[in-house]
């Protein structure tokens, strides 16, 4: 017979009948009992293929020579059992001989998910305990399946259904397979709150983390149902009541509710609100007798009669430690003693600044850094070993970090000396990726497809220097530029660096007429004047050859020769004219041979340029440019690559004519301005401006500025400014302003975590004073010229003009997307242009792709 579960009380007769054998006692008859019960002559095992029958009979609480006691028994069945060893287990005697027959339990031969696509197989593996080659028990399997249904639940996905399935195999082995239907997510459809009378339910949904899952909330995961995002909603609702006075707030209840297809979770607050309370008196208490307790008072930020703020008795005990701190008290303790008065319902507090000494700073610890030097990270640092403590200057190293970009993370912690006088500053940093990889590929309606290539390292060997090679190829455009940079030079604090460079631009990348070849190199060299503001110089040595388009060249002669040659002229008063201006040979007529300088018959390109203003000849040919320059820069952006707060301000000039064959001055200056108005939000706001003036000389073609894409989005490159209509060239201007405006928006937890960002700008700027005198502005508008485009009737037009040459603003608007996609960072604007200008080359859509190693 098979014993699940025996037991004996004193007062019940227990019958135990084994292989046959009927025996009957009581427990005030042990004796006579124990004189009738048979005794187990020896054990033996059958059913085992794995486990030695000796390891089976050391769980069994009996053993050869003692009698059949069904107590005992009874035990030994039930240790059996819960080694997991085996499904079954019979116990039965044969002839005086106790005979174990067991069934065991298979061994996994391999565990196997299928349906699963939200999460991978190793984050299902992480819950399961059961591995290959361990023994298979049900109760292990149910318990593997409410650890991944707990996982799925986490994630939102509460009508998730996991089916285990066992598939049998020889040797008793089997296959573990879990079959999943994840579902969908299960959204918070609904919240609602009970007892709120100051705020309204819409204004408390817009304080909670959760959120109500609507259509058009496409990027974010805060609609989902999480139970712990429920609990911090619960910490978050209190906290909105007592920043806006409620000092006796409480939430009774925050229930959630499954609706019955597991799909939707409605979501009920009930809440007591109490009453509004006012600050009453105000004051501080400083125990450290070297600060007069006035500069104290200066940061407290409520007044007597203010509503109670909870937020502000926070950000006050932080502003006194700060200002304590920037006196060198580190480890300044404030605490505040709040007396409430139910009665008026007013609060009194008073800010006790406990004693704390001067304080130094005794080591600077620095963790984390595997691949960057020491000396990179100290070298930012505002103190040293032995300095006084001064908190500002500690944030200020942790932002000077922060901008090198090598690190992911940056953590300062101050510990406690080994004196009380004393700080450790233990840095915590995080490395990150410096090295960049970055192909760009584009279309543009005038360099045709571009493709760009760039692979930088920012810190070298862990040095923090910098080393670059760009190389950028389109239909019109060739250019490459190799760059290094040493940001502390021979260990003082001075950047110094060298590029070579090597550029052909043909006409169609300025949308101008003109190829132009340079190579040379430059030389940098940079210092700190303070912690914000810089100085920079640098010196460059360049060749340019500038040769003109055949086609521009043989369109403007045509142009020019048409305009002085007497053939077809019957009006007698011009065909003079004509004669007196144009006949060079002297033969009563203007003909090929008035500019047929070398006397062959035809018009080399050479004699072509005849029909060219002065300014367009003066640029052609060679010109070596020996340029001097320098900026000045204030920066205080908490980052380089991604601001949120902080501001900066270049300005610079080039001078030309130390040597070489061109002259001018060039002034530029840029600033941007960023700030945090909400957390998650930036707003930028900026812009630039320059003018350049040729010395003794015309400024020359290829040294004006050029304006447009990237820099006022939703142009085309030098799609916007001066313009050689007829020819649709860009002839560039010697000034111009952009000024930029842009927010940057979150787009949920769920975009962050993929690193999606989305942006909103607005871009206006112009690029005028040309300076060419041969071509007279246009005398018509873009509407004329639309209808006229409209008609196939230029008749009325004069387009052998200049467009564009104008101070008037052009205006852009649009929205930018970029995304750190797995193969590297994506970025694509979308532009419409609001304002343009006759001529004006306009592109909606860019974008750029690259990646980072």
């Not at 028994?73 to 116990?91: H, R």
Request: aromatic share 10%; glycine share 8%.
């Amino acid at each position: 017979m098979r014993l699940n579960k025996l037991s004996l009380t004193w007062r019940f007769i227990l019958a135990l009948t084994i292989g046959g054998i009927s025996f009957t006692g009581s427990v005030s008859a042990q004796q006579q009992a124990a004189q009738q019960v048979p005794i187990i002559r020896q054990i033996s095992v059958v059913g085992n293929e794995r486990v030695e029958p000796e390891t089976i009979a050391s769980y069994l609480s009996v053993s050869p020579g003692e009698p059949f006691d069904p107590v005992k028994l009874d035990e030994s069945l039930k240790a059996l059992f819960a080694t997991g060893l085996f499904s079954d287990v019979e116990l039965s005697e044969v002839q005086g001989a106790l005979l174990v027959r067991v069934v065991e339990n298979p061994i996994i031969n391999r565990i196997v998910f299928e349906g699963n696509k939200r999460l991978d197989r190793e984050e299902l593996l992480e819950e399961v305990r059961l591995r290959p080659r361990m023994v298979f028990t049900r109760a292990k399997v149910r318990s593997d399946v409410q650890r991944m249904l707990e996982l799925y639940r986490r994630s939102g996905r509460f009508a998730a259904i996991i089916e285990p399935k066992v598939v049998q195999l020889e040797q008793n082995r089997v296959d573990l397979l879990f079959e999943v239907q994840e579902g969908p997510k299960t959204k918070v459809s609904s919240i609602k709150f009970i007892g709120n009378k100051k705020f309204s339910d819409g204004d408390l949904r817009d304080v909670l983390a959760t959120k109500q899952a609507r259509w058009w909330k496409l990027f974010t995961s805060n609609d989902t149902f999480d139970p712990d995002r429920l609990a911090y909603d619960q910490q978050i609702l209190r906290q909105h009541y007592l920043n806006e006075g409620y000092a006796d707030f409480r939430t009774v209840s925050a229930v959630s509710e499954l609706t019955p297809d597991r799909k939707d979770f409605f979501i009920t607050f009930t809440v007591d609100e109490g009453e509004i309370y006012n600050f009453g008196k105000i004051d501080v208490e400083s125990e450290i007798r070297d600060v007069n307790v006035n500069l104290f008072r200066a940061f407290l930020l409520m007044r007597e009669g203010d509503t109670y703020n909870a937020e502000a008795i926070e950000k006050t005990i932080e502003a006194l430690s700060n200002a304590a701190g920037l006196l060198g008290y580190a480890f300044v303790d404030v605490r505040p003693q709040i007396n409430r008065n139910r009665e008026e319902r007013t609060i009194d507090i008073n800010f006790r600044v406990l004693d704390a000494p001067r304080v130094y700073v005794e080591r600077v610890n620095i963790t984390g850094n595997v691949r960057t030097l020491d000396r990179v990270i100290r070298r930012e640092f505002r103190l040293q070993e032995g300095d006084a403590f001064n908190s500002a200057l500690v944030t200020r190293s942790e932002n000077r970090l922060n901008r090198l970009n090598f690190f992911r993370e940056v953590e300062v912690e101050q510990v406690q000396g080994s004196q009380p006088d004393r700080m450790v500053l233990e840095v915590g940093v995080e490395e990150q990726a410096t090295g960049e990889l970055n192909l760009g590929a584009g279309f543009s309606s005038l360099e045709n497809f571009i493709f760009d290539f760039s692979i930088r390292e920012r810190n070298l060997m862990g040095k923090g220097q910098d080393l670059r090679l760009g190389l950028r190829l389109s239909g019109t455009r060739q250019e490459i530029d190799l760059g290094f940079t040493e940001p502390y030079f021979m260990g003082r604090n001075v950047a110094a660096g060298v590029d070579l460079f090597a550029r052909k631009i043909d006409s169609s990348s300025y949308g101008s007429y003109f190829d132009t070849k340079s190579i040379g190199f430059s030389l940098r060299a940079g210092m700190a004047i303070n912690e914000f503001w810089t100085l920079s110089t640098r010196y460059t040595l360049r060749q340019d050859d500038v040769s003109l388009l055949d086609s521009y060249l043989n369109a403007v002669y045509n142009t020019y020769f048409d305009a002085r040659t007497t053939n077809g002229i019957t009006d007698q008063d011009e065909f003079d004219r004509r004669v007196s201006r144009f006949d060079n040979n002297n033969d009563g007529v203007v003909n090929l041979d008035d500019f047929d300088t070398d006397g062959n018959g035809t018009i080399s390109q050479e004699e072509k340029q005849v029909a060219l203003s002065r300014g367009v000849q003066d640029s052609i040919g060679k010109r070596y440019q020996s340029i001097v320059g320098y900026t000045v820069g204030f920066d205080t952006r908490n980052s380089i690559i991604r601001p949120t707060r902080g501001h900066n301000f270049f300005f610079s000039q080039d001078f030309a004519g130390l040597g070489g064959d061109v002259r001018y001055l060039r002034s530029t200056i840029t600033t941007d301005n960023y700030w945090t108005p909400w957390e998650g939000w930036t707003f930028r706001l900026g812009g630039e401006a320059g003018i350049i003036h040729g010395l003794g000389q015309d400024v020359r073609l290829s040294d004006k500025f050029f304006i447009g894409g990237p820099r006022i989005r939703g142009f085309d490159t030098a799609g916007m400014g001066p313009r050689d209509f007829a020819n649709n060239q860009s002839i560039g201007g010697t000034a111009y302003y952009i000024g930029r405006g842009e927010l940057f928006f979150p787009l949920g937890d769920a975009a962050l975590e993929s690193g999606i960002n989305a942006s909103a700008f607005v871009d206006v700027g112009s690029l005028f004073r040309a300076q060419e005198d041969a071509l007279a502005p246009c005398t018509f508008s873009r509407a004329e010229y639309d209808a006229a485009v409209v008609d196939n009737d230029f008749s009325g037009l004069d387009l052998n003009c200049m467009s564009g040459n104008s101070a008037k603003p052009r205006l852009s608007v649009g929205i930018g997307f970029s995304w750190q996609s797995p193969f590297g960072p994506f970025r694509i604007d979308l532009s419409k242009q609001l304002r343009k200008q006759l001529g004006d080359r306009t592109q909606t859509l860019q974008f750029n792709v690259g990646t980072t190693f």
